[in-house]
């Protein structure tokens, strides 16, 4: 949220070079003015963005996957989720994504808003939906994505994730998202799509 | 959440070296074995943890930073936070944080849980503490930290979330919290604090 007077906070870019071209994770190091005038250098991870889905079955339960995400060494409960590909419209990649990941066609969506999922190092936004009127099929994994759709009551996630047994942050942040919608305290506008 | 039958999601750990050591951003390259016995890479930032701190006042206001985010270009309104240093015990941390960033010490603290932030490349855990009865101080930035220190009221602070102008993947976890802790839905020890 830029204010008219944000000068006295903001960093503008000096230099800007290649960090890190590995095969995944791409980073840059740029070289910034301060907002006093002296200089310094930022670090970060450049991301195409990603979607994150919120499927809401018709019975107070939501499609959740389990899959074991390898910088944590553990299995997590998420919502679904997927990278943008290059040009990708955001709705079109959470179509796409909940269809491969877990084989679930949704006939209506709405557009809830964003979030920057780790804003000190890293330009990655995800856009969150959500998703209902749910028709099962059959998922088309990667051959080297490994993960269980899982459907589970709200109220059961909600308890796991005060219990601690829920710790993705985008997870948690859809949450915050869901509770709300469900409570009429947030509204959403839904989208019928063709089949 | 591990379950006794995870072995077909789990990847195992066959080789690791350094991808990364840049002055701020740490990242490692492991050839990793994968449930169906074929290998594969992740890449992945090394974090050494953070703290996220939800600061209450007495009049339903919470206490809040804005500071402009490099990697997202934009001033973002947050909860405070920050890393810990080797070894720094997470409640240290966040009572040395929200001093230094916003000058105000708390008599009280509660751990409410953790999450992972960045789940696909970071190993980076936050833990979330509530912090009560504050006193104001001054802040101790570091000479390279620009930020402004924002009361706000609670219900002004969801507005702000549904409306997209808070889109901190850390801050609208937190908001989850909070939001439930207000509703009494979740509970929170509270521990008082030597001065």
Known sequence: MDYPSDEHLTETLIHSETLLDGGF??????????????SADR????????????????????????????????????????????????LLCARRELQEETGYVARQWAYAGAMHL???????????????????????????????VQKKAIADLAEDCRQGFVTDAKTLACMLWLQNVRSGNWKLNWEDMAG
């Open 25 to 38: 994770l791409k980073a840059r190091r740029d070289k910034v003015r301060l907002p006093d005038g002296r």
């Open 43 to 90: 670090e970060y991870i450049v991301h195409p963005g990603a979607v994150v889905i919120i499927p809401l079955l018709d019975d107070d339960h939501v499609v959740l996957e389990r899959q074991f995400r390898y910088p944590v060494n553990r299995v997590m409960l998420e919502f679904p989720a997927g990278k943008l590909d290059a040009g990708e419209d955001p």
């Open 118 to 148: 780790a804003i000190a190092y890293s330009t990655e936004i995800i856009h969150i939906f959500f998703a209902r009127r749910l028709t099962a099929g059959a998922a088309q994994l990667d051959k080297d994505e490994f993960l269980e």
